[in-house]
């Protein structure tokens, strides 16, 4: 059998404005009350922005620590050290090496400089490195920072604090040319790191919107088409903040990630959501219905696709929920913009076309009526290569099966981590002094910490039994030798013994030297204090170690639970378990073939020029779970809808194999706009500063990429070729939702 598309007219018949079916759902009652639809809709928009002026309240560092790390932070966090947030001046020498007299003299010229400067409270002396060609002068600014790096409202912070000093320092560099010069410590850092990534932030914020805008126009060939859904998805997101504004006062701080991720996630499903609306809005019009008819009809075929696919995407991003911890947070905000976006689909979005009418196609393009005469015929590339896959579905479905395992075979060597400095860029100054420092005085760099809380009173007992845990740390070989430097706070009750490690954070050997310190230094340390009530706890890098294992076991779960919740939800709208099963593999195998790209990519060297980055050997331990729950949810928009069309064929009475062959045609278009979108948006994460962000941004854009042509041009139709009628029925007994 051999089936056709009719032609869009290029004159659509302008029927009755308000010739609609009786029933026609949400979508029709929205269409036939716009205005009330509309108004109801501003106040809605308003009410959240003045919630989200209110600000987020976000999360501490610390808070999301788990273990015995956790126990340590809070510890040393609730007391007061007495001491002030310390900026490091590191100079090195381009030749040679320092004698005594220069380094006092070096000691002397930078007192005088650096007293009485804005922000400097005191200046420490000159401290010279083993190897003699480096010299470092510690600098106390004149702010308050607590030990879990948390600054008291009110009180100036370091960054705050830094600026007069950094341009002190930069003087120094240029009166000494013969001596590498710089500065790194909590306020420097801040201030350059800190503003250069929010700067990247904001850039890719603002790139994001046009990028979105040009790929729409030339989707819809006209700018009105083109800038609704950015309207729609811009207006998810402002909503969905709101919202998140007013849980993380009234319910749980978040994550300070979640803005970003609201807005990443919010403007991919907000404008994926609308394009398929408003493009078989644009279908029926163009078939001769009514403009609320068009409508109607759009929000009963395509809105419907959008209700399952949001509620999968839903299902997928309550897996951070099971996770909890640090993603509990950042599943409120996606799951709150995910539903907003299809909520403002349903209702917003009809009632906006019907305003619009036919005006939505207004400022149209050169050329785009040519191409939209062409858009959904089986005749189309979509639509040929539909045809030879449906002939020979069973090679086709091995061919790109295999293809996606080959791609996701890497993934078995993945290794995740949480990165500290080194994963920053080597361009910044405050980074370059920072390897300088670390290099020169390990002690200063990766630390693990022995927290002990005991009275007051065994305070010097306390001091001495840390004595014997440093001499015993050192004597594993996993600890730098040197002074230990135990911190006392001011109270007497709390004891911080850092144990330098000589290893970067990343580095897997650090959860050796974790193990080693709990197993051999701890018992050293509570044996000397037995009797004394005190509590031993080890934090410091031990805080990466215990997050990364907690994600790394936390993962099996958050899986499992999306795949069944996943399997029920498919089963029950579209009523084939069979369908259902085929859905959660071919989302896993997207899933895995993104895992085994981010790792291939950003665990070797052979990309770095090309993206920009220095491999650190690890991928970042929070993005697997991460971007499971975002890609599997969001594939989702694409499978539903192709889904949905092949269906829409086959209740039409046309056969298994020529229905997969139509639906493939009719969504491969607004499949494909919609993957440029999400590609573009994601890409432009990819171009981060951040390593973290790097890597999420560059695998979300491949998995998007692979599973738009790929999986959805390829794979999905030969596996619906090769389950036939059973991508259709399912036992009697089942209940469904697909009539």
Known sequence: MTTTT????????RGPRDAAPPHGGIAGWCARHRWRTLFAALLVLAGTVVLLSGGLVTTKPDDQLVGDSATAAKIAGAVDFGDRPTENVVLTTR???????????????????????????????????????TVV????????????????????????????MLAVTDRVAADHPALEVGQVGPGSIDAEVGEALESDFRRAEYISLPVTLGVLLVAFGAVVAAGVPVLLGVG?????????????????????????????????VGVDYALF?????REERAAGAGVVEAVTTAGRTAGRAVVISGLTVVVAMSGMLVAGGMFTSLAIGTMLVVAVAVLASATVLPALLVVLGDKVEALRLPFSARRAARRGSVDSLWGRLAGAVTRRPLVWTLAAGGVLVALALPALGMRTALPGAESLPKSFDSVATYDRLTAAFPQDGTTVDVVVRAPASASEQVDAALQKGFRAGVATGEVAAGEPQ??????????????????????????????TVRADVVPV????????GAEVHVGGSAAVTDLTDWLDERLPWVVGFVLVLTLVVMTVSFGSPWLAAATVVLNALSVGAAYGVITLVFQNTWAEGLLAFTSIGSIAAWLPLLMFVVLFGLSMDYHVFVVSRVREAWAAGVGPRDAVRLGVARSAGVVTSAAAVMVAVFAIFGTLSSLEMKQ??????????????????????????????????????????HH
Request: no cysteine; proline share 9%.
């Open 6 to 13: 009719p032609a869009p007219s290029s004159t659509p018949t």
């Open 95 to 133: 030749s040679g090496s320092f004698t005594a007299d220069e380094v006092a003299a070096l000691g002397r010229e930078l007192s005088a400089v650096y007293t009485g400067v804005e922000g400097v409270a005191a200046v420490g002396d000159p401290a010279l490195a083993p190897d003699g060609r």
């Open 137 to 164: 002068v510690p600098v106390a600014l004149d702010a308050v920072q607590r030990a879990d790096g948390s600054t008291p409202d009110g009180a100036t912070t370091p960054q705050d604090a830094v600026g007069p």
């Open 236 to 268: 998810a997101v402002v909503a969905a903040l709101g919202l998140t504004a007013w849980a993380s006062r009234g319910i749980t701080p978040v994550d300070q990630n979640t803005q970003s991720l609201v807005l990443l996630i919010g403007l991919a």
């Open 277 to 281: 609306v408003i493009r078989r809005s």
């Open 486 to 515: 135990v911190k006392t706070s001011t109270d007497g009750t709390v004891h911080v013994l850092p144990l330098p490690v000589p290893v970067d954070m990343s580095d897997p050997r650090l959860g050796t030297a974790v193990d």
């Open 525 to 532: 340390v509570e044996q000397a204090l037995a009797g004394t």
């Open 696 to 737: 999420l941004g560059i695998g979300l854009a491949t998995a998007v990429l692979l599973d738009a042509t790929l999986v959805r041009g390829v794979l999905l139709p030969a596996v619906l070729a090769l389950l036939g009628r059973r991508a259709h029925t399912g036992p009697k007994w089942l209940p469904a939702i």
